[in-house]
């Protein structure tokens, strides 16, 4: 979150550009074409652009799509840029004629009158004046869209989930954070331009388990990061933006808005679609692992019910590989002979059960036409907290994937 460009929206997954900057470079070719199918805000497409070698991603969730193109479309004017700064802020400092935003209730929680009542200025100064279709607009937007947690008394947990019971001791002002973040995008741009970073990545609002896109490309390399079977709720972690830019109107509308398009990670969206375990096992797709998967989510099945939330771990499980076979089953079409992959991935223990995450989407990937796999841990996972509820070991690491 310190790297130019990147560092305009924080998001909560991802890996380190250094890291895919240095993959990249091993492989010294600068005819290397890579994907991202997980593209997220565009770590990877980012990273190859600075490599200047050509990229691809895919992105379903529409929020965090917007913010990834932006990312990689900086062929703006810098003057023309100010001139817009400039203009929002004068027209958002002399118009107090809304109040909309405090009528929200988790707006209203998560500022002060009068943050939210600026904040409400600004936007609505850049409902007035933003061109359609302008790259420069758009900047702009996210130049917005970046301060609403500095500028937000609420908490933050670890993932990014709102927390308006904890309060931060620190919050920005929100004209002055604005011009600051501004101020940064412009430099990054800069810095971009000095380094003669490519415009050599395009982003595709698909789907990777069935992706439409305009090219005949195929591609050499794959470096990506799926969601985590965690039960982490990726439309969730951007809620607060949504809500401030009117794109939903609370909790409830992440299920048709964002959710639906996203892989299966979270057991929100399995309930929702009210999955059925059997009809998910019966695909093709999971043969290789169908006998450890069903059993695990058997297991699931009966633990559900002796727990308070009954949280549906067992279709979304299942749910998930099936997403994650049918990613392989594309990605095969998609890559030349002799490409590799590399999954950053995590294994999972919901509700204690340990699902080897590794193991399976390699055993996938193999099904898929890839000749081989093999995992390398990084890091363990769910050691060192204190009073933690799961205490099941996990572990992190890059899945590679050859052929």
């Given at each position: 979150m310190k790297l130019p460009v990147h560092r305009w929206f924080r998001y909560s997954a991802g890996f380190s550009a250094e890291w895919v900057e240095e993959l990249i470079k091993k492989h010294q070719a600068r005819s290397l074409k890579i994907l991202d199918p997980f593209a997220g805000s565009g770590t990877t497409l980012v990273a190859a652009?600075?490599?200047?070698v050509s990229c691809a991603g895919f992105e379903?969730?529409?929020?965090?799509?917007?913010?990834?193109?932006?990312?990689i479309n900086r062929n703006i004017a810098i003057e023309g840029l100010r001139e817009k700064i400039e203009a929002i802020l004068m027209l958002a400092k002399n118009d107090d004629s809304r109040k909309k935003l405090d009528q929200i209730p988790l707006l209203k929680k998560c500022y002060s009158k009068e943050n939210l009542d600026h904040l409400e200025r600004l936007r609505e100064a850049y409902r007035i004046l933003a061109q359609p279709d302008d790259?420069?607009?758009?900047?702009?937007?996210?130049?917005?869209?970046?301060?609403?947690?500095?500028?937000?008394?609420?908490g933050t947990a670890q993932w990014q989930y709102v927390l308006p019971k904890k309060k931060k001791a620190k919050v920005a002002d929100v004209f002055a954070a604005f011009q600051q973040n501004m101020e940064m995008i412009i430099s990054d741009i800069q810095?971009?331009?000095?380094?003669?970073?490519?415009?050599?990545?395009?982003?595709?609002?698909?789907?990777?388990?069935?992706?439409?896109?305009?090219?005949e490309d195929q591609f050499d390399l794959v470096i990506?990061?799926?969601?985590?079977?965690?039960?982490?709720?990726?439309?969730?972690a951007t809620r607060l933006e949504?809500?401030?830019?009117?794109?939903?109107?609370?909790?409830?509308?992440?299920?048709?808005?964002?959710?639906?398009?996203?892989?299966?990670?979270?057991?929100?969206?399995?309930?929702a679609e009210k999955l059925k375990l059997?009809?998910?096992?019966?695909q093709k797709f999971l043969e290789p692992v169908y006998d450890e998967l069903t059993e695990a989510c058997r297991e699931l099945e009966k633990i559900r019910l002796t727990k308070g939330g009954k949280k549906t771990y067992h279709t979304m499980a299942a749910a998930y590989f099936l997403d994650l076979a049918k990613v392989f089953h594309s990605l095969r079409k998609l890559c030349r002979n002799g490409a590799r992959l590399c999954f950053v991935v995590g294994d999972s223990a919901p509700y204690g059960v340990y699902l080897p995450v590794d193991k399976w989407l390699g055993k996938l990937a193999l099904q898929a036409g890839f000749n081989t796999y093999r995992f390398e841990k990084i890091r363990d996972r769910n050691v060192k907290w204190k009073?933690?509820?799961?205490?099941?070991?996990?572990?992190?690491?890059?899945?590679?994937?050859e052929g």
């Amino acid at each position: 979150m310190k790297l130019p460009v990147h560092r305009w929206f924080r998001y909560s997954a991802g890996f380190s550009a250094e890291w895919v900057e240095e993959l990249i470079k091993k492989h010294q070719a600068r005819s290397l074409k890579i994907l991202d199918p997980f593209a997220g805000s565009g770590t990877t497409l980012v990273a190859a652009e600075s490599c200047g070698v050509s990229c691809a991603g895919f992105e379903t969730h529409p929020f965090i799509y917007r913010v990834a193109k932006i990312k990689i479309n900086r062929n703006i004017a810098i003057e023309g840029l100010r001139e817009k700064i400039e203009a929002i802020l004068m027209l958002a400092k002399n118009d107090d004629s809304r109040k909309k935003l405090d009528q929200i209730p988790l707006l209203k929680k998560c500022y002060s009158k009068e943050n939210l009542d600026h904040l409400e200025r600004l936007r609505e100064a850049y409902r007035i004046l933003a061109q359609p279709d302008d790259d420069e607009w758009e900047l702009l937007w996210l130049g917005i869209t970046g301060i609403l947690r500095r500028c937000s008394s609420a908490g933050t947990a670890q993932w990014q989930y709102v927390l308006p019971k904890k309060k931060k001791a620190k919050v920005a002002d929100v004209f002055a954070a604005f011009q600051q973040n501004m101020e940064m995008i412009i430099s990054d741009i800069q810095y971009a331009h000095y380094h003669n970073w490519t415009n050599s990545a395009s982003i595709y609002s698909t789907d990777a388990r069935n992706p439409e896109i305009d090219s005949e490309d195929q591609f050499d390399l794959v470096i990506t990061s799926p969601p985590y079977p965690n039960n982490y709720d990726y439309a969730d972690a951007t809620r607060l933006e949504m809500t401030f830019w009117g794109d939903i109107q609370g909790w409830k509308d992440l299920q048709p808005a964002v959710r639906q398009y996203l892989i299966h990670s979270c057991s929100q969206h399995a309930a929702a679609e009210k999955l059925k375990l059997e009809d998910l096992l019966d695909q093709k797709f999971l043969e290789p692992v169908y006998d450890e998967l069903t059993e695990a989510c058997r297991e699931l099945e009966k633990i559900r019910l002796t727990k308070g939330g009954k949280k549906t771990y067992h279709t979304m499980a299942a749910a998930y590989f099936l997403d994650l076979a049918k990613v392989f089953h594309s990605l095969r079409k998609l890559c030349r002979n002799g490409a590799r992959l590399c999954f950053v991935v995590g294994d999972s223990a919901p509700y204690g059960v340990y699902l080897p995450v590794d193991k399976w989407l390699g055993k996938l990937a193999l099904q898929a036409g890839f000749n081989t796999y093999r995992f390398e841990k990084i890091r363990d996972r769910n050691v060192k907290w204190k009073n933690r509820k799961h205490t099941v070991p996990l572990h992190e690491g890059r899945l590679w994937i050859e052929g």
